[in-house]
């Protein structure tokens, strides 16, 4: 239960973007479910493409609210221009999954960069590819993330990583509130929305500029941002994201 941004791409006023989406920390909507609590407060992170674009590389990672941090103000400030891709995570935690740093989104390995909002109900049964190493206490979205890219390693010759994400997905069969997810090699970025509850909640939208694209749970208001050109992404949906200038490409799940 999260909030997630994504940049892709120029996006000229993209720290204002970053700084104005910590506010969904203590505002950002929640399940509409008995007892609970509002805000994602329970740590944020980031990740950020290579200057190569060969990779994502991890940023920063916290626990709290990133409203009023400043901890996120500094991350944001010590970076000299835009990356090319830019992934931020407000965590507001599952109540089986301990609030730890280790636990804290983004994870990332192998290049990949992940952050995830739903909860995956006995994750620890999903195929992984047992070389990769666990840096969480027991996440499920580790497990998720591990899933994904074992997928995208072992794909049949010939096949894209988006059709081999979307495969992968698609032939789930475990249960899960949402597969709301953002994941990136450094080069291009995919976005899922896969929601079986709660639709209001589990939303993600896009923004497309001339040059770039932003993806955001809920639509960030600020000055250079028209509240109506913010598109919600269907259900069973995936989005890739590459090029330059920035292409987008829908694919349903």
């Known amino acids: ?148 890219l074992t997928q995208i390693v072992e794909r049949p010759r010939n096949t894209g990583i988006a059709d081999s994400v979307a495969a992968a997905v698609s032939s789930l069969d475990i249960e899960y509130t949402a597969l709301n997810f953002l994941l990136s090699n450094g080069r291009r970025l995919y976005v899922v929305r896969h929601f079986r509850k709660h639709a209001e909640y589990y939303s993600l939208y896009y923004y497309q500029l001339p040059d770039g694209v932003i993806i955001c749970s809920e639509p960030i208001d600020i000055n250079g941002l028209s509240r109506d050109r913010w598109q919600l992404m269907a259900n069973h949906c995936l989005l890739n994201i590459s090029g330059d200038p920035a292409r987008v490409e829908e694919t349903k799940i």
């Open 1 to 148: 239960m999260c909030r997630l941004l994504g940049m892709y791409g120029r996006v000229d006023n993209w720290r204002d973007i970053a700084s104005a989406f910590s506010s969904q920390a203590e505002t950002g909507l929640v399940p509409p479910t008995a007892g609970t609590a509002s805000g994602h407060k329970d740590g944020w992170g980031m990740t950020i493409s290579n200057c190569g674009q060969s990779a994502m590389v991890p940023l920063v990672r916290q626990l709290g609210s990133a409203r009023g941090s400043q901890a996120y103000r500094e991350a944001l400030c010590r970076l000299p221009a835009q990356p090319a891709i830019f992934l931020c995570h407000l965590r507001k935690a599952s109540d089986t999954i301990p609030i730890t740093l280790s636990n804290t989104h983004p994870f990332v390995h192998n290049g990949w960069g992940f952050i995830h909002n739903g909860t995956v109900f006995g994750a620890q049964s999903l195929s992984r590819n047992s070389d990769l190493a666990y840096t969480s206490d027991d996440s499920d979205s580790e497990h998720l993330f591990h899933y994904l």
